[in-house]
């Protein structure tokens, strides 16, 4: 199985700062194709997971520019242009290469 | 708008069985791969299974594989999991996702159904 590893269980940020989440996966994720099977998700608190962004670097629907996925191969980066109070939550990458899919442990957003 | 509402979490006793039900709206359900992810009270995301589009195509965790089953209903545009000989650690939220043809990349997802295996 894919071993998803987030460096941080949590992370403080003021508002209107910048913030980044790094990610690494035990194997590449590139496929020949040229895309990274690499997804985030933000889970808010009391609700459900949703996309943010997929393929690496792909924002999903409805998800404003200030987020933006980065990285290939094994190591991903996702980052906050200007972090709000909306965005407090759990951040988990997840590898959607191969099943069984793995999830990150998750890494918790506050606001300072 | 897309909507999956899942259904048929509760107390179950150790050893025993419970179905899941997840309908779905507001998309072209046999195009989706459907699956379901759990998470255990305080804890992080865990996959369980995945059904292909025309339900030829089933996966399952390691965890779950013998003992869960899922199955779809592309007409009635509903999703099951078959869950039996239920352990203490099935003790989860369970969330039905949807994911596009050919994709693991999960674009929706539902509220969420509970299910506790305690005696």
């Known amino acids: 199985d894919i071993v998803m590893t987030q460096s941080s269980i949590s992370l403080t940020v003021t508002p209107g700062e910048p913030a980044s989440i790094s990610c690494r996966s035990s194997?590449?994720?590139?496929?020949?194709?040229?895309?990274?099977?690499l997804d985030w998700y933000l889970q808010k608190p009391g609700q459900s997971p949703q996309l943010l962004i997929y393929?690496?670097?792909t924002r999903a629907s409805g998800v404003p520019d200030k987020f933006s996925g980065s990285g290939s191969g094994t190591d991903f980066t996702l980052k906050i242009t200007r972090v709000e109070a909306e965005d407090v939550g759990v951040y988990y990458c997840?590898?959607?290469?191969?099943?069984?899919?793995?999830f990150g442990q998750g890494t918790r957003l506050e606001i300072k | 708008e897309v909507q999956l509402v899942e259904s048929g979490g509760g107390l179950v006793q150790p050893g025993g069985s419970l179905t899941l039900s997840c309908t779905a709206s507001?998309?072209?359900?046999?195009?989706?791969?459907m699956h379901w992810v759990r998470q255990a009270p305080g804890k992080g995301l865990v996959w369980v299974s995945r059904?292909?589009?025309?339900?030829?195509?089933?996966v399952f965790a390691d965890s779950v594989k013998g003992r869960f089953t899922i199955s779809r209903d592309n007409a009635r545009k509903t999703m099951s999991l078959q869950m039996d000989s239920l352990r203490a650690e099935d003790t989860a939220v369970y969330y039905c996702?949807?994911?596009?043809?050919?994709?693991?990349?999960?674009?929706?997802w539902g509220l969420g159904t509970l299910v506790t295996v305690s005696s």
């Open positions: 507001g998309i072209v359900f046999s195009s989706y791969w």
């Open positions: 996702a949807g994911s596009p043809d050919y994709s693991n990349s999960i674009h929706y």
């Open positions: 393929l690496g670097s």
């Open positions: 997840m590898q959607a290469l191969e099943t069984p899919i793995t």
């Open positions: 194997q590449s994720l590139l496929r020949s194709n040229g895309y990274n099977y």
């Open positions: 059904i292909n589009g025309d339900g030829s195509g089933r």
